[in-house]
């Protein structure tokens, strides 16, 4: 990929306080650096606090609420992992809903780790092929998806990874997909 492969591009970050702190970082320089404009998205205004693991991370100020924007407003969305993280985006209807239009939008989205969980609130891995954090493979194949233990797995502008080993290629497939944008459409 051109370094600015994504030049004119937005793509939101969802997450809130617990998310690991690499699976936002990573993902965020390598976005940056192929040239889009990258907004933090969470449930409220003001910082949300970064983990490595189960210590606490950095705090990172929010850009946006969920309530001010929609999957209209961006080219692309990430879901970072953090076991916090996730669970408490999946009970906000509102942040539930907001990652459901990406999938109605035909737009790519990258999940990382633990982020497929808010996928499955989203009811959007029905017959797709996906990978995660272990602790999440009957979960995913409950709501339909076919679970691979993979490095990286695309399945039509979704990119799934692992854990933080991982991001070297996840964040590398996110780009590539954000670079390629709108795709086929699904079937919801």
Known sequence: MSSNSLEGKKIAFLATCGF???ELTD???AVKEAGATVHLVSLKSGEIQGMHHDKKGDTFTVDKTVDEVSAEDYDGLVLPGGVANPDTLRTNETAVSFVRDFFKQHKPVAAIC????TLIEADVVRDRRVTSWP???TDL???GAQWVDEECVVDEGLVTSRRPDDLPAFCSKAVEEFAEGI???QSM
Request: proline letters at 11%.
């Open 20 to 22: 690991e702190q690499v």
């Open 27 to 29: 993902p965020w320089e």
């Open 114 to 117: 633990h982020g497929p969980w």
């Open 135 to 137: 602790s999440l493979k």
């Open 141 to 143: 194949r409950n709501a």
């Open 183 to 185: 795709h086929a459409e």
